[in-house]
């Protein structure tokens, strides 16, 4: 039975995409700011790859926005004044409409926490930003490492005290949960089809054998209940 | 200007002593349960000093709390149905009365996290038994070592965000100050002269020169307000 439910955070719990893009907007009221937006986070994945096969020592998450941000900015000849406060713009991302209600019902029955690829530092001013209220904060940097590293979700529920497979882990990305079931782990999909803005074509439906789908965190919650 | 506080937790914010003293003596009527108590808690530091050392590898406090208790039963020549329940009794202490209020006030204005030696996995349990809501659960299991070791002060503000003089930490116990102001860190001495039952002869008043003096939570919530 399912203990402890964990939860990926960027596009799963909040709207990252919007945040963004407002964020960027913002700063840069005459460049293309969904593109700025979008190529930053495309370098997302790649620069976290040499964390993962160790060929770098671990930085945390807000270090690599910051690094990946100055390099789309210089490739689109854009000078920021204050690039620490708009690299720090992943900390003020909202929640779904959703979200909040469906982690307070979890929260009932189940201890809850991200595992993300967030710092504790980040995790931290965007669940005070979104109003994510969790047990405690887990993820990338409790491991040293960044998802789909298999530590990262071992470490995870190990911290909880729990093996794999009482810990349900939700994401809106089958590949966060394919890494997640191989370590044991039972899992939910959770339907996101507007995270990548209208134009998103990956992770419009399930496409392994997780053990729960869902469209909003108010129905997974209802499918999560102890009693349900 | 302090940005989070951090807290020790074990007779600080709950009432360790009258918790553990009630477990015993519901599992053995026929003892001296505050002896036992006594005894089990003795144990707690010696127990950490090889981790601290590094003669022993790092094993959480549960793990010692199990192992202690065990040491202690025997030299009683008392045997437990269920070990591991009455290990766990450090999972279900109840808050000192002004605990909670003074948390929520605090929380209003700044991060606040446990700084303990207790487990991620304990200290989630107990805080979700006592009702202590923190932005994140820091401590020993982060650093991999035990307070006051420095590592854990260090590794706490460092995940945080913060320098260690932008983090106060709140204690009932000098020498847990003493190691954190070492560190950097601001200080504030919170009398607790009951932690260790009516006999108790240590730190019934503040031996250093910390930086706040309070008798509870909810004053010394007034003393961190930014505008106080």
Redesign the interface.
Known sequence: MTQAILFDVFGTCVDWRSGIVRAVAREFPLLDAERIADEWRARYDPSMAPIRDGTRGYAPL?QLHRENLRAVLSRHGAECNDLDHLASAWERLDPWPDTLAGLRAMRCHH?IAPCSNA??????RL??HAGL??????GA??ARSYKPDPSVYEASCA???FAPNEVTFVAAHNGDLEAARRCGMRTAYLCRPAEHGPAQTSDLAPTGPWDHVADDMRSLAAMLRPDG
Request: proline share 0%.
């Open positions: 807000d201890l710092s504790i530092a980040l995790m931290i669940s005070r209220e969790w047990d405690c904060i887990l940097e409790i911290a909880l005290g």
